[in-house]
């Protein structure tokens, strides 16, 4: 049905509530340019509070704060994701931001030198619109997905919560990246559980060891932070890697899964009579399959000539051939620290700073 409603207007208008929505309001709101959030979720926190139960964040406590409001928990901690969720909410309500929450964008597209935003029952028009989302947003699927069994559970890792969801019966976790083996220690408890998928590579100290607390700064302030950017050769290569094959294993290491009793298997290569089959012909039988297998970016939405494979061009989050365009909170936008809550920050005063030159 068409929207009648006049469009709002407004100088800026933020496109997500989470961590690289929040802190594009904070460095707007320091240089008193008006602005508005649209989140699609109900409350503040809910794509964190979506995810599963036992989920902690990979970086300690005194690295996961917004800008302006420290996380208030005791160093070298490792936040829950129900924790870090209400932080985000508390981070909103303490500075006011204006949030519309329980609004989904239908469409971004431009008419003149306006941004026009239709949600499902608003219009809005905007000087500048910063899509502040990661590009984690479509599960990525094999094509074979859909010749299993119906049978088998299926279940993909941004619908997953707890071992309760699945059948009785063994378990097979597809994608061995950080997701994949926490997910599969966790399952392994109460189900014969195997895991399909390359070799990551893993850091080399445990992260809650003393060895993890000194090495932290190094790790995340200067390695991710300062070195591996767009910058430096060095982080061009990395960069690269990162989004072709993801990063390395942070919080566990390869034996913990040998030694819980999970069971390491060649990639998953296609499906013989509704089975999942190895890249060695032997053929599974399994009552779950848990996909863990990464995402692509959906952004069909935006109907604006400015991706290229399905990723946006842009320098630093900055679109040059659509001016007042922008982009906050993508994967390596700038550094490997990037998508990460200690990265964020960074990058969106960058783009703060764009926008009150306009």
Same mark, same amino acid.
């Given at each position: 049905m068409e929207n009648n409603i006049a469009a709002e207007y407004y100088k800026v208008i933020i496109i997500g509530a989470g961590q690289a929505g929040l802190s594009m309001g904070y460095h707007l709101s320091q240089k008193g340019i008006s602005f508005l959030i649209l989140e699609a979720n109900k409350k503040v926190?809910?794509?964190?509070?979506?995810?599963?139960? &036992?989920?902690?964040?990979?970086?300690?406590?005194?690295?996961?704060?917004?800008?302006? #409001?420290?996380?208030?928990?005791?160093?070298?901690?490792?936040? &829950?994701?129900?924790?870090?969720?209400?932080?985000?909410?508390?981070?909103?309500?303490?500075?006011?931001?204006?949030?519309?929450?329980?609004?989904?964008?239908?469409?971004? &597209?431009?008419?003149?030198?306006?941004?026009?935003?239709?949600?499902?029952?608003?219009?809005?028009?905007?000087?500048?619109?910063?899509?502040? #989302?990661?590009?984690?947003?479509?599960?990525?699927?094999?094509?074979f997905a859909k010749d299993l069994d119906p049978e088998i559970l299926q279940i993909c890792s941004s619908k997953y919560k707890n071992p309760s969801q699945l059948k009785e019966g063994n378990v097979l976790v597809i994608g061995a990246g950080n997701s994949g083996c926490e997910i599969a220690l966790e399952v392994s408890k109460t189900h014969k559980t195997w895991l399909a998928g390359r070799d990551t590579g893993h850091i080399p100290f445990h992260i809650k060891s003393k060895v993890g607390q000194l090495m932290a700064p190094v790790v995340l302030r200067l390695l991710f932070h300062r070195i591996f950017t767009i910058n430096t050769f060095i982080g061009r290569k990395v960069r690269l890697k990162a989004l072709n094959q993801g990063g390395p294993l942070i919080r566990i290491k390869p034996k913990e899964v040998i030694e819980a009793g999970i069971i390491r298997i060649p990639k998953v290569t296609g499906v013989i009579e509704g089975l999942p089959v190895l890249q060695n012909k032997e053929v599974l039988e399994v009552k779950n399959i848990i996909w863990c297998t990464g995402y692509y970016p959906r952004f069909s939405w935006i109907d604006l000539p400015v991706f290229?494979?399905?990723?946006?061009?842009?320098?630093?989050?900055?679109?040059?051939?659509?001016?007042?365009?922008?982009?906050?909170?993508?994967?390596?936008?700038?550094? #490997?620290? &990037?998508? #990460?809550?200690?990265?964020?920050?960074?990058?969106?005063?960058?783009?703060?700073?764009?926008?009150a030159k306009t």
């Open positions: 926190g809910d794509s964190w509070r979506k995810r599963w139960d &036992s989920l902690h964040l990979f970086t300690p406590a005194q690295y996961d704060g917004l800008p302006g #409001m420290p996380f208030p928990a005791k160093k070298h901690s490792y936040p &829950s994701k129900d924790e870090f969720a209400d932080y985000l909410e508390e981070y909103a309500i303490n500075f006011k931001f204006p949030i519309r929450t329980n609004t989904y964008v239908n469409s971004l &597209s431009r008419e003149g030198k306006q941004f026009i935003i239709d949600t499902s029952d608003q219009k809005f028009k905007a000087d500048n619109v910063v899509v502040a #989302m990661n590009d984690c947003q479509f599960q990525r699927l094999p094509t290229k494979n399905g990723q946006p061009i842009q320098n630093r989050g900055i679109v040059d051939n659509e001016p007042g365009l922008y982009f906050l909170g993508l994967h390596f936008l700038y550094a #490997m620290s &990037s998508g #990460m809550i200690q990265g964020v920050d960074r990058d969106a005063q960058f783009i703060a700073k764009a926008i």
